[in-house]
């Protein structure tokens, strides 16, 4: 955990208020996540984050598939190049030695080699990729044995992570993507706001409110939206006109008694209700 200044805090809302529309459907642009380019800005933090995405795709990579087949050859190789990432980012993390950066950057030249078929189409030549998560590993890889292009590799290695593709919305930050969304800000969130991120109120100058709870609050009722205080109005200019008090009721027009109360109406309806008032009351 660490010091959060309120632009970072700010980011974090606007990561879960983006998972928690694509779990209501939405689907957002492929660059909606630029701003953890900033997050990933310190080396340390990024690394931590790529191994934590690395462990992530391990456990995807290791719970059941719905077809039930045994995985092939192939993707055992798999599991274990990504599996052999996620030990050798551990270890180098808890003590950083010239021997487990070689041992890292030899993984690395292994797993580029496992997918390194290449093709030439009609806009340039193209990487074929087999394996998503051998790919999220090896950027895992580069996050780790580069930090001077942590903030860039960072970006890359959540948007891969994030990307999901469905014949209805294409490619990109569709609602499948919400769980994975939920997955990043989960670890920044922790990372900046502690264990409990999700309950801690977040000091600030105008709101005391939760993190998220913030976020679902309603905006409130512009005065000009409430009936019942625009009626108000109208009615005490004719009492001033009239020189007696004019009850709110009294020879009301019919179209006009249902939206006595103060409710929050839309504007049309305000401003067509507030015509015919002002009608009756200068006739």
Known sequence: MSDASPATVQKIQSLAQIAADLRQGKHFEITCLTLLKSLCSDPKAAAQ??????????QAMKAPKHSGRPPSKTQQRY????????????????KRTKRAESS??????EIRDSQNQYERQRWGTVRIIHSREVLLAELALECVLSPWHSSILGYQ????YAERYNPRHGTGRIP???????DITEFWGRHF??????????????????????????????????VDATRRRLFSARSRRLGRRVPPTSNCPDQAKPLMGGRAVPRTVVFQEVRRISAWLMS
Do not use: I
């Open 176 to 182: 499948e993507s919400g769980p994975m969304v939920e």
């Open 79 to 94: 599991r274990r190049l990504v599996a052999k990432a996620v030990r050798g980012m551990t270890g180098y993390l808890k």
């Open 49 to 58: 984050f790529a191994l934590y995405l690395a462990k992530k795709t391990q």
């Open 104 to 109: 890292l950057y030899e993984l690395l030249s």
């Open 157 to 160: 290695l959540a948007r891969h």
């Open 193 to 226: 706001l502690g264990r409990g991120w999700k309950k801690r109120a977040v000091s600030n100058r105008a709101h005391h409110t939760p993190l998220l709870a913030r976020l679902r609050r309603p905006r409130p009722t512009p005065p000009w939206r409430s």
